[in-house]
């Protein structure tokens, strides 16, 4: 150490050691407030010239430090040669760090670091500043500006232990001030002085306090050991606020006096030393400029320069960054105004630049952290309370100053931002938050507007420094505009895939501040800011996603879009190109990013809002917007199953929970699946896209288009509907989730037209009836029916194309694609009728017929979907059900079947409708469409030969509809009827009661039957027969009062039908037969109550029938043998004679030759037709018998011919069938069954209980055991139980 | 090869009993409903709802007898109907209204339907078949005052007015009547002298019915036989026979000019609707929908041609509506 140096410092310490006693002696006098400030020993230009004539001490060697340990080798040794060469010890962090490593010995050499740096604190300050002035000018090359640094940071630097975490962004000055000191810094456990410390005492006035803390202050300004400051630092613990404020600038100087003492430097009392100047900063306020800007330098001296040289221990530097903290923190007002002045530039330019170098450089993450946050306060963007908000002519001028720190800032950060993942998401928030703070700051719209012209021309004085600040004239914003724009590109993309979820958001608060300051300067940057944000709009994070919408949110309600033309060109362009793009992604992407791109355009919609007619009225942006659509929307067609699922329900048989609207519910709509994604979401997304643009857009324009896309290729057709569909959802504002209002909503006459136009478009013939199923049946009779030529003068016309020409093949992926398109169709009517609502009902006219016809459409799918329409509409127009939609509406129906039966080619369509009206209503349609039915009746008497098998589909549905609405009033009647029969019955039994009585009975009235017979008539026997006669009278006055009567509209629609199915049973298509016998014995059923009519019905149908159970197909006979169960029931004795000559021998001598092959045959014959007519007949038999009342010789035919299947080795059912056979003999005539049982079999001997009389023989007795015997024994066991059940019940006579 | 005959538009279907009388009334602008009028065996009349294609309101007035003729007075609102109960009412339709303002008792038994023309603003006159068995009488509506009592002579043996026509030739001159008689001839009648001007026996049977365009003199009409005859009124005011045109089926109940002159159209009791070219009587189509006779063929005033319909009612209770317009 040279002399001079020292003498000055020995009379620095000098002074210092006068003005504490001067102080002294004031306060013992009771003065208040401080004295004069003391002359600066050593000013910051004397430093400063002084380190300029200083040769640079910090070793140039140009390359890349590499290994720490290495390079602080290097470093100590290039350090120990110069230190040789100069006398003077090594300098910089490696050699300090070396130090840190090396014995207690060297301690000397690091007390002369630390002086030299002191020393050297002011030309590195200018140095820095400088050269970083000079990177900031504008001028500068864009190559320049954004170069990497090359200066990379060694990579397997060893992480760093035992630094705890510091508070991050957590503003130390935040906590309350002056209640007390915390001496230690956050990481660190507080010394003994904590302030919750019991034993301490407090000082409240400056008094006590000067006399607690002065021996403290003596002590260290006499040696600078950590004892002594931790003696200080116990001390100033009990010195309460005020006190503490008013001794300010005496504490701080032994502390300064320490970081500026001479000799080498100790690092660990230097970092004591800096906590304790950060501890008392903290509990005061630096009211004097002066003061300020010299612990500012004082303290910038303690942080390493920015280039290459060695940094000092870790803790240290956090120490040192914290104290530089806690001085910003604790700087007051007029302080801080002083120093945010031109002249003061070079001082924060450095400060600047050397906790940018921390940041960027340092590993450590607290020391990161920190330096970042002592940048915002530096750059005045501390969010603490504290610091008030800057008045605009200070945000002018600190946007002034700052500006020329701009590049040099934002380029840094910008590294820091794009660095190692390892660095924390802390830091890199930080690094966003400072980078758009200072961003936003110095590109504001506002401040840029100020900005004169021209740069005023500095005063001679200061023209050095005035030379530094930029002039943010026009030329200036654009070019730092578009550097900050590749900046803020690589920012954006880099932290809007960050895997933490903080730093995303982080990225929403830049673009929202961003966009909210810096509208027109950054304008070039925001198509990457808005793509980010947009992006982030459906961001895994809910946090993210709510503050992303919350941002959206506000920048359309202040219409930032609509009123800046430049952002909605932004938009729209970017519309365009993702548009453009959009096929090539979807082609490639995966789900997620298909996901992400598709909310990227749903948020340039939302965006754009009511601007996004602009967009649409430029023909290249809405070709390329619907033909993206139009791509992604394909539906995948290559599902086999959609085109097999058929509805059975009106073919089979008629279901009734079919009719009420079972399955059916809201909101059911059929998924869709799609060629390019799989994700519900995605196309919801989709949808939602289609209604942001019916929301905003022009919906004449939309529709149109659209509609022109779907009539230009039947590759669009499915989709372009799908579009229209949710277009006008969107229209109508009907599940659309917006950001803003439109202006104008969409009048109800304007949608009502765009509705009626596209509902004409879908209903049209060409796109309505498509084909979707190749039913032989259906396909063929059209096909023979309908003769080309004059199908093509049809209204229909177009049609002509869509019915399958026998050489056109027709796929099934065209007819899964007809069915999906069919379905979309519906799916639109539906959608249609709930935005209108009520107002649908005019639409009605045109539009329930199509949907209706579809809902009897054969394909599952189809018919599944038309139904949820019919529930919508139901919803929309407000009926209550959907059978109150079609009685309200039958003769909109009516008209569309009643016409479109005189058009051949569409009579199954219209069939069809009169199907599905008949299953969806009740007995209350049946007055409206009666006079529909006599249409179809007509039409179908004039094609009886190629039409038949569709009438009859209809003809089935309306007897089935009929049956199950007047059939309950049938059956009841039947019941009754057979209750009475019952009774009649058990009537009957009570009087075969055997009693002693009864037999008496029975003999006398033998003898008196004999006696009338004979022609001896007497009148004693007549009142027994009066007890009988009243229950058997109701049966024969209920058909006698009816014959007068006219018939019931059903009724007689069932005897027009039966009429014509008369007709139809001989027809030569077996499936016809089959049908017609079905519908045949609906009408029976329905005809039952009236039996004048039904019985010349039967009599007409007798002779076709008999055919059919005589010689024809086992199907056929089948189901004839049901009619005639059917028929037998109501017609009873009317048939008896006609049954037993024709039928009967054909019958049972059947039953008689099948008996033998059933009894052989395996369980497989349980499936053959055989067995099925021999189940059908042996069940059917028995009832026919009794209801036909058969003669004795009928039933012994019929006994015989059914004893053979009683036989144990038949089929277990054909057994029970067999069985219920005779229990129905028992029931006609028990006496003669039980005889013809037991000439079989009879378990029991009968003996006589007189001896005068014979013994019973019976021809059964003391058989062996056969095949029959169990069966018969279990009837002949049943016919027991009856007859003693029905002497239980008779009452005793 | 020639087009098939269309369908119809649309049926109405709901009268309950034949329709024997039809009336358009859609000369009203937008906001206006185009309305029509249908007079059923019941002696109901229907209004029918042309948008909704529904029964907007049933009048009964007739005491359940026959209507078998309405006329409009200027609009919807005020509606004149004929019916078998020997009145005639005007209704006051208005706000929805069903009320009747006035009626004429004409004591005549017959099928003669009446015929109302507008002389000036607010006034009408009404032909009508009178008690007495051959005369017709003319009123003044809405004031009802007798204008003239036409008697043919005394043993012309004309038998029952049949049809009638009041019409106005076009500067303003007097109207005149054309009636058909149940001998098959068309008489003209002047008004202002009570005397006919020309007797034309166009038809062995009655005239059903006529129709008679005055601005190319020429008229037509139908009657029970199988024959339209076409007749021509020259300058001195005498009926000559042009042109007759010969019909598969016999039985014409109903015959229309359409108010631009171009074509008509007959309803014959063969269940057929007849469309001609009126120049020529070319036949245009036929129009087969209805399953029993045709009463009543009523041509729409809609205001734009391609709206403009036809209708017509028949014995089977429906009331056929046909885009006619579209297809000439």
Redesign the interface.
């Known amino acids: 150490m040279d002399e001079p140096q020292r003498q000055r410092l020995h009379a620095l310490l000098r002074v210092a050691q006068l003005r504490q006693l001067l102080l002294q002696r004031r306060l013992r006098k009771g003065g208040h407030g401080g004295g004069p400030a003391p002359r600066r020993a050593c000013s910051a230009r004397g430093r400063a010239r002084r380190g300029r004539t200083d040769s640079n001490p910090v070793p140039q060697d140009g390359r890349p430090p590499s290994h720490p340990a290495t390079r602080g080798q290097r470093a100590a040794s290039t350090g120990r040669q110069e230190g040789q060469a100069t006398q003077r010890p090594p300098s910089g962090a490696g050699g300090r760090r070396a130090a840190h490593a090396r014995p207690v010995g060297e301690a000397r050499q690091d007390a002369a670091d630390a002086r030299c740096l002191f020393v050297r604190g002011g030309a590195c300050a200018v140095r820095a500043t400088a050269t970083f002035l000079t990177a900031l000018s504008p001028l500068i090359s864009l190559g320049l500006f954004v170069a990497p640094r090359t200066r990379a940071v060694p990579p397997s630097l060893p992480a760093r232990e035992g630094l705890t975490p510091g508070a991050g962004r957590r503003c130390p000055a935040a906590r309350p001030r002056g209640r007390a000191l915390r001496l230690s810094s956050e990481g660190e456990p507080a010394g003994p002085s904590h302030p919750g410390h019991p034993a301490m005492a407090v000082f409240d006035t400056p008094q006590e306090a000067f006399g607690a803390l002065r021996p403290a202050c003596v002590q260290l300004t006499k040696a600078q050991t950590v004892e002594n400051v931790a003696q200080l630092e116990a001390r100033l613990a009990a010195v309460g606020a005020g006190a503490l404020q008013e001794l300010q600038e005496y504490v701080l100087f032994p502390l300064r006096f320490a970081l500026k003492v001479p000799g080498p430097r100790r690092e660990r009392v230097v970092q004591r030393v800096l906590q304790c100047l950060s501890a008392v900063l903290l509990g005061t306020r630096v009211r004097s400029p002066r003061l300020l800007r010299e612990l500012l330098s004082e303290l910038c001296s303690c942080l390493p320069a920015p280039h290459g040289a060695p940094a000092p221990a870790e803790e240290l530097q956090l120490a040192a960054v914290r104290a530089l903290l806690a001085l910003m923190h604790s700087a007051q007002g007029d302080a801080i105004v002083a120093l945010y002045q031109p002249s003061c530039l070079p001082l924060l330019g450095f400060a600047v630049s050397l906790l940018l170098g921390l940041a960027e450089r340092e590993r450590a993450k607290q020391i990161k952290l920190a330096a970042l946050e002592c940048l915002q306060v530096l750059l005045l963007q501390c969010e603490c309370q504290e610091h008030r908000c800057l008045r605009e002519e200070e945000a002018q001028r600190c946007g002034d100053l700052f500006a020329s720190f701009l590049p040099g800032v934002s380029i840094a950060l910008s590294r820091i931002i794009a660095g190692d993942v390892k660095q924390g998401h802390r830091t890199t928030v930080s690094a966003i938050r400072l980078f758009y703070q200072i961003v936003g700051l110095v590109m504001a719209d506002e401040q840029l507007a100020r900005v004169p012209k021209q740069k005023e021309k500095p005063s001679v004085e200061q023209s050095r420094i005035a030379e530094l600040i930029v002039h943010r004239g026009p030329e200036w914003s654009r070019s730092t505009s578009e550097k900050l724009s590749l900046l803020l590109r690589k920012t954006v993309e880099l932290s809007s895939v960050h895997s933490h979820w903080k730093v995303r958001l982080e990225l929403v608060e830049l673009v929202q501040h961003l966009l909210s300051n810096c509208r027109l300067s950054l304008v070039d940057s925001f198509t990457h800011l808005l793509k980010a944000l947009v992006g982030l709009v459906n961001d895994e994070n809910s946090e993210v996603q709510s503050r992303c919408n919350e941002v959206l949110r506000g920048i359309a309600e202040q219409q930032v879009i609509a009123q800046s033309r430049a952002l909605a060109d932004v938009l729209s362009e970017n519309l365009h190109s993702l548009a453009t793009a959009l096929p090539r992604l979807m082609n490639s992407q995966d789900d997620t990013g298909k996901f992400s791109t598709l909310s990227l355009l749903l948020g340039y919609l939302k965006l754009l809002g009511p601007k996004v007619n602009v967009v649409l009225n430029s023909v290249s942006h809405l070709h390329r917007l619907s033909k993206a659509l139009m791509q992604v929307l394909e539906l995948d067609v290559t599902d086999v199953k959609i085109v097999e699922d058929r509805r059975w329900g009106c073919v089979g048989g008629y279901d009734p929970s079919g009719s009420v609207q079972h399955g059916v519910q809201k909101g059911r709509c059929q998924r869709k699946y799609f060629r390019f994604f799989t994700e519900e979401k995605i196309f919801q997304l989709l949808q939602q896209v289609c209604r942001v643009l019916g929301y905003y857009g022009n919906i004449y324009l939309l529709v149109d288009h659209f509609m022109g896309l779907y009539s230009e290729s039947a590759v669009y057709r499915k989709q372009a509907a799908m579009v229209l569909n949710e277009l006008i959802a969107g229209a109508a504002g009907v599940g659309v989730d917006v950001l803003q209002e439109r202006e104008v909503s969409l009048s109800m006459d304007d949608l009502k037209g765009s509705i009626m136009s596209i509902l004409e478009e879908y209903t049209d013939q060409a796109n309505w009836y498509l084909v979707t199923s190749i039913d032989t049946e259906e396909v063929s009779h059209e096909q023979l029916s309908v003769p080309r030529s004059g199908l093509a003068a049809l209204p229909g016309a177009a049609s002509s194309s869509i019915l399958p020409s026998p050489e056109q093949h027709i796929t099934t992926r065209t007819m899964n694609s007809n069915v999906w398109q069919l379905c979309i169709q519906l799916e639109g009517v539906g959608c249609f009728a709930a935005v209108l609502g009520r107002e649908f009902r005019l639409l009605l006219l045109s539009a329930l017929y199509p949907v209706l016809e579809k809902a009897g459409d054969k394909t599952l799918l189809i018919s599944e979907t038309a139904q949820g329409t019919l529930v919508d509409i139901c919803e929309a127009c407000g009926y209550d059900s959907v059978q109150s939609l079609i009685n309200e509406n039958s003769d909109y129906l009516v008209n569309g079947i009643s016409l479109n039966l005189r058009q051949l080619a569409h009579q199954p369509h219209a069939a069809q409708v009169l199907g599905t009206m008949l299953r969806h209503s009740d007995a209350s349609l049946l007055p409206l469409v009666e006079d529909v039915i006599q249409d179809v009746l007509s039409a179908l008497d004039q094609s009886y030969n190629d039409q038949a098998s569709t009438f009859l589909g209809v003809l089935h549905s309306l007897m089935a509809a009929l049956v199950q609405w007047f059939g309950l009033s049938c059956s009841k009647e039947h019941q009754q009827r057979q209750a009475a029969e019952g009774q009649s019955r058990t009537l009957s039994h009570i009087q075969q009661e055997i009693t002693s009585q009864e037999v008496e009975r029975f003999f006398l009235d033998y003898i008196k039957q004999k006696q009338i017979a004979e022609g001896n008539f007497s009148d004693s026997g007549d009142e027994e027969a009066d007890e009988v006669s009243p229950l058997a009278k109701p049966e024969p006055s209920n058909c006698d009062t009816e014959g007068e009567t006219p018939l019931p509209s059903h009724a007689q629609l069932a005897k027009d039908v039966m009429e014509r199915c008369i007709h139809l049973l001989s027809d030569r298509n077996l499936r016809v037969r089959l049908k017609v016998l079905d519908v045949l014995e609906l009408c029976v059923t329905v005809l039952h109550p009236h039996g004048n009519h039904l019985l010349p019905m039967a009599h007409r149908v007798w002779p076709a029938l008999v055919t059919r159970l005589i010689s024809d197909d086992p199907l056929a006979v089948l189901r004839a043998f049901k009619v005639l169960c059917t028929l037998a029931q109501k017609c009873g004795d009317f048939l008896r004679q006609r049954f037993s000559k024709d039928v009967l021998p054909k019958l049972t001598s059947s039953l008689l030759s099948q008996a033998a092959a059933s009894a052989r045959a395996g369980p497989v014959y349980n499936h053959t037709l055989a067995y099925k007519l021999q189940l059908a007949v042996l069940q059917g038999l028995g009832s026919l018998c009794e209801k036909l009342d058969m003669g004795e010789s009928d039933l012994n035919k019929v006994a015989d011919a059914c004893l053979v299947y009683l036989s144990a080795k038949q089929p277990m059912k054909l057994q029970e069938a067999a069985q219920s056979v005779f229990r129905h003999l028992m029931r006609v005539d028990p006496d003669s069954t039980w005889l013809f049982l037991t000439e079989v079999c009879c378990p029991h001997p009968y003996e006589p209980p007189h001896a005068s009389l014979q013994p019973v023989k019976l021809r059964g007795m003391g058989r062996q055991r056969n095949e029959f015997t169990d069966s018969i024994l279990l009837l002949l066991e049943e016919l027991q139980q009856r007859e003693s059940a029905g002497a239980q019940r008779a009452p005793p006579p | ?1 020639a ?2 005959p ?3 538009h ?2 109405l ?2 009268t309950g009993a034949a329709v024997h009388a039809l009336h358009f009334s859609c000369g009203g602008g937008e906001p206006d409903i185009p309305v029509l009028f249908s007079g059923s065996e019941n002696g109901f009349i229907h209004v029918w709802n042309l ?4 029964v907007d309101a049933a009048l009964d007035g007739h005491g359940r007898k026959s209507v078998c003729g309405l006329k409009t007075m200027d609009g919807k609102e005020r509606l004149l109907s004929q019916g078998r109960d020997q009145r005639i009412c005007l209704w006051d339709l208005a706000e929805g209204r069903t009320s009747v303002t006035d009626s004429v008792f004409t004591e005549n038994v017959g099928f003669c339907r009446c015929s109302l023309l507008k002389v000036a603003e607010g006034r009408w006159l009404m032909a009508t078949a009178a008690k007495a068995l051959e005369e017709v009488q003319v009123l003044e509506l809405p004031s009802k005052t007798s204008v003239c009592t036409l008697k043919p002579e005394v043993g012309a043996k004309l038998g029952m007015p049949m049809c009638l026509k009041l019409w106005q030739g076009s500067c303003g001159s007097q109207p005149s009547l054309l009636a058909g008689y149940e001998d098959g001839s068309v008489l003209l009648w002047n008004l202002s002298t009570g005397k006919v001007l020309s007797q034309l026996i166009c038809h062995q049977e009655p005239v059903m019915s006529l129709d008679f365009d005055s601005e190319k003199a020429k008229g037509i009409s139908g009657s029970s036989e199988k024959v339209l005859s076409i007749w021509s009124l020259n300058e001195q005011q005498n009926l000559q026979v042009q042109k007759t045109h010969r019909l598969v089926n016999a039985g014409i109940s109903d015959i229309t000019i359409r108010p631009d002159k171009k074509i008509l159209a007959t309803a014959g009791w063969d269940h057929r609707i007849r469309i001609f070219g009126w120049k020529k009587l070319k036949p245009l189509a036929v129009l087969d ?1 209805h ?1 029993a006779t045709v009463h009543s063929v009523s041509f729409s005033d809609h205001k734009s041609p391609s709206d403009r319909l036809l209708a017509a009612g028949a014995k089977d209770h429906r009331i056929s509506i046909w885009l006619i317009y579209t297809q000439t």
């Open positions: 090869m087009q098939p269309p369908d119809p649309f049926v279907r709901g948008k909704t294609h529904r929908y399953t």
